[in-house]
Each structure stands twice: as structure tokens, then as C-alpha cells.
């Protein structure tokens, strides 16, 4: 059995496949070229020239030379072949539920060529020839601004990494230039927990809403970044809070609601205590973060009151399972920028979900 593949790095090339500039590159714009490992937008015509230079270079020299789009079409001109790629490219797990009975009809239907240039091209959504039924999902990194001499880089209190024991722990902290701090029985590295100033993508996010998808975003509070002299961005080693995160793109997004859903049912005043009280709704007048834990609840309380008391809108603090009780009104917290008093569970409206543990 021959087995393909280049052995010699001083060999004689016999046989080579190629892929013709084409369709993926036009989609190339100043926005996400980087994100696709480019330095700057291509001039498609004149990649293709000189791809095309290349290619003669090669034949003249008795390499036989293979175009990968060719390929795939003839390959997909058989149906056998076509389903086997079709079932795999066109699955829910891959383009959403939504996208795929529509989808494979329109793919069906396409000439080899077309098909081809297509599954190498990718297709924008903007191009389907249908409206898609349903939501479509987006994953979205996020970009978190914070200010360079913001006071929590001088203090730095969030625990980041595993647990040491105390000798390892300055050890290390010797070696790699370190913050450590006590973390119940362990010794952790801790970094600052600067403030959010700004959700750099929130232009992105927004445009995607506005088109029925969901996005799924600000992950772990998302990457906390500066902005340096000439308008560039640098990454900065710090843990923004995930509920003041999650309150500032609720706000940039100009959210109807903030729900913040975590592992409790609701927030308790005098949490562990004989005295324990389980808020219902309340407004901002009445509540204040500091009642909190500062490790636990307090951090998710502030954000709520910071959203409700910025916006005059709700936040909602509750259980994962109970998301659907919550916006309607029958289960977890509000807090409210009003001061009538509602008789409904912790609620401090478009809705911006935020997920903690």
C-alpha cells in the first residue's frame, strides 16, 4: 500500500495539491483577518495571479499539479460521496437547527462547482436565498477595557490558579514575580479585579441581537485589556468581575433585563445565620452590597444595583432552573429602581443573561 505524504525535505516533488485563491479570501475584511491568522485584507485578483505563476513554475518543472477545488468537485459530482460530505457539513451541531433541512435542499440543488467553491468559501448568512426559521448561536470573545492605573492593580485580591501549600506558594511567588495570598487552608496567586469600562465588541453583539442570535459571551468576564498611547490594546494579567461585566454589556447593549442565574434559589439576608431572610422584590433604596459576603453574593448584588440604579430597569439575581420563572415574574430576586413595594420574587428588562457559580 502507497502511502502519501512528503518524506524528503531535499526529494524531488513529483505530485502536489493546490488551492486556488478564491471565495474564502474575499470574505477576508479589516475586522476579522486577524482572527483568521492574517496581517492585512489580500488583493484576491492579484493572489490569483500570482498563484497561478507559481502553479506554471511547477508544471514546467514536471510537477503534476492538482487544484483542490477540481478535486472537490468532481468529487462531489458523485452522490454517494456528496451525501457522505453533506450529512457531515450540514448537521445541526454544525449550522443549528434552524439552518438544516432549508440548507441541504439548497446544496442538493447546486452544480459540483458551485458546491465546491461553497464548502471552501463558506456561505454569510446574508446570502441564503430563504429566511432562516428560529435562532441561530455565536460564540463571541470579548474584550474587556479597564484603566491602566485603576486602584485594584496596587491591591490585588482574586484568587486565579491551584492551591499551595505556603513554602511553595512564596517559592513561586519569588520566581515568577507573584502576588500570593492566604485561600483558606492553600496559598493562591492572586491578580487585581480592576472595573469594566467598556465591552470592546458591544457594536458586534449588538449587531448580531438585532438578527435573532444568540450570542454567547463575555466568558469568564472576558479578556481584560488597556488601551495604550496611539489607541492600541494590550492584555493585562487581571480577573474582571463576572457581574460587573455582565452589568456593563447589559447596559452598552441597552438590556431590558439583567438576570444573573447561579446555584441559589434566592438572595438571603444574614446568609448562614438563625436570622436568615430570603429577599423578594425590593428596590435599590432599600438594599445595599455591603449586607453581603464579599467573596459570594455581594459582587452579584452591586452589579444588580449598579444596573438597576444606571438604567431604571430590573436585575435579577436566581437559580439556573428557574430562568423562565424569573422573567416571569414567579421565582428568584429583583431589584428594582422603584420603591413601591411588589409582592413578586429578587428582580434589582431586551434581557442580558449572565451565568455564575
Known amino acids: ?13 513529483r505530485e502536489v495539491i493546490v488551492h486556488r485563491p478564491d471565495l474564502s479570501l474575499r470574505r477576508l475584511t479589516p475586522d476579522n483577518c486577524k482572527a483568521l491568522l492574517f496581517d492585512d485584507v489580500l488583493w484576491v485578483k492579484r493572489a490569483r495571479q500570482e498563484h497561478d505563476i507559481f502553479v506554471d513554475a511547477l508544471r514546467e518543472r514536471g510537477v503534476t499539479v492538482h ?24 448537521h445541526a451541531s454544525v449550522v443549528g437547527h434552524d439552518l438544516v433541512d432549508e440548507l441541504r435542499r439548497w446544496l442538493d440543488a447546486m452544480s459540483p462547482d458551485q458546491l465546491s467553491s461553497l464548502l471552501v468559501g463558506g456561505i454569510a448568512r446574508a446570502e441564503l436565498p430563504f429566511e432562516p ?40 511567588a519569588t520566581e515568577r514575580g507573584w502576588q500570593i495570598a492566604r485561600d483558606n487552608d492553600k496559598w493562591r496567586r492572586v491578580v487585581a479585579s480592576p472595573k469594566p469600562l467598556e465591552i470592546l465588541e458591544a457594536q458586534v453583539l449588538a449587531f448580531l441581537i438585532e438578527r435573532w442570535v444568540i450570542v454567547i459571551c463575555a466568558g469568564g468576564s472576558g479578556i481584560p485589556v488597556i488601551e495604550l498611547r496611539g489607541g492600541s490594546i494590550a492584555g493585562v494579567e487581571a480577573i474582571v468581575d463576572k457581574g460587573h461585566a455582565s452589568s456593563l454589556l447589559a447596559r452598552q447593549l441597552r438590556a431590558d433585563m439583567l438576570l444573573m442565574l447561579t446555584d441559589v434559589d ?50 435579577a439575581i436566581g437559580r439556573l432552573e428557574d430562568a423562565a420563572a424569573i ?25 442580558v443573561r449572565s451565568f455564575h457559580s
Open 1 to 13: 500500500m502507497v502511502t502519501l505524504g512528503v518524506h524528503s525535505e531535499t526529494g524531488r516533488l
Open 67 to 90: 487544484l483542490f477545488g477540481e478535486l472537490l468537485a468532481e468529487t462531489v459530482a458523485i452522490s454517494e460521496a456528496r451525501d457522505w460530505l453533506l450529512d457531515r457539513r450540514v
Open 133 to 172: 426559521a428560529g435562532l441561530t448561536g455565536k460564540t463571541l470573545l470579548t474584550q474587556v477595557k479597564v484603566h491602566p492605573t485603576d486602584a485594584a492593580f496596587g491591591n490585588p485580591t482574586k484568587p486565579i490558579g491551584p492551591g499551595y501549600d505556603e513554602a511553595a506558594a512564596r517559592r513561586l
Open 266 to 315: 434566592v438572595v438571603y439576608l444574614g446568609w448562614g445565620t438563625p436570622s436568615a431572610r430570603a429577599l423578594a422584590e425590593v428596590a435599590i433604596s432599600d438594599l445595599s452590597a455591603s449586607d453581603f459576603a464579599a467573596g459570594s453574593m455581594r459582587p452579584k448584588v452591586d452589579a444588580a444595583i449598579e444596573f438597576a440604579r444606571s438604567t431604571g430597569k430590573p436585575a
Open 327 to 351: 422573567l416571569a415574574g414567579t421565582r428568584g430576586n429583583t431589584d428594582h429602581s422603584v420603591t413601591q413595594p411588589i409582592a413578586r420574587p429578587f428582580l434589582c428588562r431586551r434581557v
